[in-house]
């Protein structure tokens, strides 16, 4: 069993701590709060044991009727893994900790790719992983273009990819995060900073990334050109995008053309937390032409990244060297096959 323990039960936390629990090779040893709150709650009723940052704030978490099992030391020292899931640049100020202890940790995509010297994607980079100390989980954005754009490059070479990210203002439970009536270029210049994050795990890849905010919160849309050194097969790109273990295609019987309904579909379907774990590719948005193909992708930013740190602990920690097994054995777990197949 690989002990895994989640510094910051959040938004990221929670998803990553119910995916390692329903994996038969790992468990969790605690998961960390700095508050006593909702989340702290969600905790204790999966019998969670849980670790808090500031021991100053035991007598307010047991006073809310939460017990606690120590501090986030006393947590990581339990653990063979730490996947680092506080908010972005807080997980900086842990590495000392991790590498006092030296336990393996994982950080998020909030953190900088210098902070563990490697960013991983299942379906890319998986070996590189294997035996690593540190690693860092692209982030949600990321995370989908890798996924297309590696699938792409294998088959065909890729020449240049150029995407425009239409980003969710805020998650569901951000109260603070806006904008509410705007669409807000963010950065107004280009490239956007996913280009070169993409880079980090593809580092062969040319792409040219633009990105804006829009008053939403239950999921990115992409719209992807990628033009190849080879000719494309409109009918091959379907065929690699549907027998992807991540990768969703969105069919035109489905009559879904818009985020919102698409999470109300994975709702409906029963899934935990109503998470979209793959790609949406919209089927009749593939257009190919020679060696260009373009396409709309809905990413749900909460949920892809999760899956990938199950992975990430799997080929640190060396027990499965193939990263497809990895990969099956993960979405087995978690009862998860692609959305075409619901339709
Ligand atoms: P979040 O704010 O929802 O959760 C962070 C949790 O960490 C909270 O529970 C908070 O109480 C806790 N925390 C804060 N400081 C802490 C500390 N010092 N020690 C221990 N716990 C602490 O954040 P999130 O959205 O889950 O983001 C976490 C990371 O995941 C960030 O790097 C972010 O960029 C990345 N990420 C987020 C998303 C997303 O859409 N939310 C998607 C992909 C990646």
Redesign the pocket.
Known sequence: MIRVAV???????KRVADAVAAQKDMKIVGV????PNA?AFVAKQRGYPLFI?DMSKKAAFEKAGLIVAGS?EDMCRLADVVVD????K??ATNKSLYEKLGVRAVW????EHELAGFSFNSSCNYKDAIGKKFARVV??NTTGLCRIINAIDKEYDVEHVHAIMIRRGG?PSDIKRGPIDAIVLDPVTVPSHHGPDVQTVLPHISITTMALIVPTTMMHMHAVKITTKKELSHEKVVDLINRHPRMGLIKKSLGIKSTAELKEYAMDLGRQRSDVIENCIFEESIYVNKNELCFFQGIH??AD?VVENVDVIRAMMGTEKDGEKSIKTTNDALGFSTIQHTH
């Open positions: 510094n910051g039960y959040g938004t990221i936390g960390s709060k700095t508050r989340e940052a986030v899931a506080t908010p972005g807080i997980g998020q995509g909030g953190e982030s949600c998650d930013q909460e990244v």
